[in-house]
């Protein structure tokens, strides 16, 4: 059983940086795509970045390039660096994960274009941005 276990969420400032990060466990295989999900108080969960096993990376229209998202296989880890936050960021961010045989690694972008649903998440670290 897959458990994706996220930490690094936290309170900043407008402007201000953070690092999640997602430990992987359970893994039978290599995930061919992980990706970041963020729900804010009442809307809908959507995608925010998502990295193939190649390294291939997609993000949300919404980034506008503030976000970098990067994975370690060795350490079965998923990262997202977040810069020049603003209150809009403001969410809880999971992190997800599925195996070539539920998602082909050529259609990670589903996850941005929530056309996806992933097979395995994590619980969730909360991202608050302040003004």
């Known amino acids: 059983q897959v458990q994706l276990v996220e930490s690094g969420g936290g309170s900043v400032q407008s402007g201000g940086s953070l690092r999640l990060s997602c430990v992987a466990s359970?893994?039978?295989?290599?995930?061919?795509?992980m990706g970041w999900f963020r729900q804010a108080p009442g809307k809908g969960r959507e995608g925010v970045a998502v990295?193939?096993?190649?390294?291939?990376?997609n993000y949300a229209d919404f980034v506008e390039g503030r976000f970098t998202v990067s994975r370690d296989n060795a350490k079965k880890t998923l990262y997202l660096e977040m810069n020049n936050m603003n209150p809009a960021d403001k969410a809880m961010y999971y992190c997800?994960?599925?195996?070539?045989?539920?998602?082909?690694?050529?259609?990670?972008?589903?996850?941005?274009?929530?056309?996806?649903?992933?097979?395995?998440w994590g619980q969730g670290t909360q991202v608050t941005v302040s003004a």
């Open positions: 997800a994960e599925d195996y070539e045989s539920t998602l082909p690694r050529k259609r990670c972008r589903r996850y941005i274009t929530n056309r996806h649903f992933p097979t395995d």
């Open positions: 359970g893994l039978t295989n290599e995930p061919a795509c």
């Open positions: 990295i193939g096993s190649d390294g291939t990376t």
